[in-house]
């Protein structure tokens, strides 16, 4: 039998039922939880050279633990210099013990890495429970070396829950362990 990840264990142990007694749920299943994690990472080089892509891709693959699929343009927009079907990024969605492993490296180790780290903002949530954030340097992951990288890109992560409204959300994502800012 495989171990159960470690967020997932506080999550069950001590989240839910402290959840369950501060908002008054009857039923466990009432309780906010993690539904899944979407990262995704654009590459602007893209358009000029697949072998960057190929790269992030890559770079991406060993954050995550799984290979992400490349994303597309849907149509040309000649500001941009895209055609309509041209590689521009990759990105996975995150379930089960993949995701639960992902954010306790999230939490606990690459956001406390980041420098001049004062807490997430709070302003990442979008008002049903979900919260997003921006990754300047995705060399914040202890799985990628300063050698193994030719250039720092950027990564977005959303973690959707169950949760209904942002307090809810708040709530649960705090007894994880996210180092949110104060107020």
Same mark, same amino acid.
């Given at each position: 039998?495989?171990?159960?990840?470690?967020?997932?264990?506080?999550?069950?142990?001590?989240?839910?039922?402290?959840?369950?007694?501060?908002?008054?749920?009857?039923?466990?299943?009432?309780?906010?939880?993690?539904?899944?994690?979407?990262?995704?990472?654009?590459?602007?080089?893209?358009?000029?050279?697949?072998?960057?892509?190929?790269?992030?891709?890559?770079?991406?693959?060993?954050?995550?633990?799984?290979?992400?699929?490349?994303?597309?343009?849907?149509?040309?927009?000649?500001?941009? /210099?895209?055609?309509?079907?041209?590689?521009?990024?990759?990105? !996975?969605?995150?379930? $089960?013990?993949?995701?639960? =492993?992902? %954010?306790?490296?999230?939490?606990?180790?690459?956001?406390?890495?980041?420098?001049?780290?004062?807490?997430?903002?709070?302003?990442?949530?979008?008002?049903?429970?979900?919260?997003?954030?921006?990754?300047?340097?995705?060399?914040?992951?202890?799985?990628?070396?300063?050698?193994?990288?030719?250039?720092?890109? /950027?990564?977005?992560?959303?973690?959707?829950?169950?949760?209904? !409204?942002?307090?809810? $959300?708040?709530?649960?994502? =705090?007894? %994880?362990?996210?180092?949110?800012?104060?107020?």
């Amino acid at each position: 039998m495989a171990v159960k990840p470690r967020l997932k264990e506080l999550y069950e142990e001590r989240a839910r039922p402290h959840l369950m007694e501060r908002f008054g749920h009857q039923n466990i299943w009432e309780v906010p939880r993690l539904q899944k994690v979407c990262v995704s990472m654009g590459v602007s080089e893209a358009t000029t050279n697949f072998e960057t892509l190929e790269k992030a891709v890559h770079e991406l693959a060993l954050i995550i633990g799984q290979r992400p699929c490349i994303t597309r343009t849907k149509q040309s927009i000649a500001a941009f /210099g895209t055609r309509q079907g041209q590689a521009i990024g990759c990105r !996975a969605t995150l379930r $089960g013990d993949r995701m639960w =492993e992902f %954010l306790d490296r999230l939490f606990n180790i690459a956001v406390p890495r980041i420098r001049d780290f004062r807490g997430l903002p709070r302003s990442g949530f979008d008002g049903r429970g979900n919260y997003t954030m921006g990754i300047n340097d995705h060399l914040i992951f202890p799985e990628l070396g300063y050698d193994d990288v030719e250039k720092t890109r /950027g990564l977005s992560v959303t973690i959707v829950t169950t949760a209904e !409204a942002d307090d809810k $959300g708040i709530a649960l994502l =705090e007894e %994880l362990g996210i180092p949110l800012a104060g107020e």
